[in-house]
């Protein structure tokens, strides 16, 4: 699908594409590099199940 992207991009003017993955998901990581994204400041995302008891 990332190549498909790519192609329709391309196709259709785009100057750049931004694509996003789960961090512990290392093929697909070194997937998307082999098609020449490169990695870039982000942001994290933090959650938390309201269920679990307090901590504090």
């Known amino acids: ?9 391309r196709a259709h003017g785009a100057r750049a594409l931004h694509t996003s993955n789960a961090s512990d998901n290392a093929a697909m990581l ?4 082999k098609l020449g994204y490169k990695p870039h400041a982000g942001k994290y ?12």
């Not at 990332?2 to 329709?8: E, L, N, P, S, T």
């Not at 995302?45 to 504090?56: H, Y």
């Open 30 to 33: 070194a997937l998307t590099r």
């Open 1 to 9: 699908m990332k190549i498909m992207a790519i192609r329709y991009a």
């Open 45 to 56: 995302l933090l959650a938390r199940n309201l269920l679990e008891e307090e901590s504090t």
